[in-house]
């Protein structure tokens, strides 16, 4: 069965300081991976997506994340965090680009000034 | 960027009415259109995937005779909740892939059962 899960539920963080929101997957076939931003009020905003190519994949806002394999996880990552990143962020798997997805339980990430 | 919309923003409506939500894509069509749920603090999760011109497919365990969906056009599909219980609060997002299938996700819809 395809499952998601980001182990943590809530993380704080300096600003400035640099971030790690983990997501393993679980997935019959080969992923394609999306890591998604929700804030209030707002709709879900791609922030990156992956399926094949280069690990290490770049997106909007200043946030990357890497694809390993070996370890199903696919990390988002930001080396400097701002006020403005707080947010509740989803990883997500599915089929194909334009699929339905199976979604994590989320992080919210808390920005301390 | 490509937009979808959701109405209305929120709903209150006693149990046992139906309400209905719409989701729009603004400027692209979208053939085929998702529908979510979301439990406060909890992921989103998959109810059905609606098809223009055909019916809907629905995730196990969603009744479809309760979520009635209908993708009317290339635009716009709606999600009625029918005979709504206090149980079915909860926020309702839809996506709509464009042409390029980059996907778009609409604010959400936050349902109350009184």
């Known amino acids: 069965a395809q499952s998601v899960t980001q182990p943590d539920i809530h993380i704080t963080v300096s600003e400035g300081a640099s971030l790690e929101l983990r997501c393993n997957y679980s997935y019959g076939a080969t992923p394609y991976l999306f890591w998604y931003v929700q804030s209030p009020g707002q709709g879900l905003q791609l922030l990156l997506k992956y399926f094949s190519g280069d690990t290490l994949v770049q997106g909007i806002k200043g946030f990357e994340a890497e694809f390993k394999r070996s370890q199903s996880s696919f990390n988002l990552r930001k080396p400097s965090v701002h006020w403005s990143d707080a947010a509740e962020y989803f990883c997500?798997?599915?089929?194909?680009?334009?699929?339905?997805?199976?979604f994590g339980a989320g992080t919210i990430l808390r920005v301390k000034s | 960027g490509a937009v979808v919309s959701q109405h209305p923003s929120w709903v209150i409506c006693k149990s046992g009415t139906s309400v209905k939500i719409e989701c729009r894509s603004l400027?692209?069509?979208?053939?085929?259109m998702f529908w979510y749920r979301q439990f406060p603090k909890q992921s989103l999760m998959l109810m059905a995937t609606s098809n223009e011109g055909s019916k809907a497919t629905y995730e196990q365990g969603v009744e479809k005779d309760k979520f009635l969906i209908n993708h009317a056009s290339l635009t716009l599909s709606t999600l009625t909740v029918t005979s709504a219980h206090p149980e079915d609060s909860s926020f309702y997002i839809c996506?709509?892939?464009?042409?390029?299938?980059?996907?778009?996700f609409g604010p959400g819809t936050r349902l109350t059962v009184t």
């Open positions: 996506s709509a892939p464009d042409r390029g299938n980059e996907q778009y």
């Open positions: 997500a798997v599915g089929a194909r680009y334009g699929n339905k997805l199976v």
């Open positions: 400027d692209f069509q979208a053939t085929t």
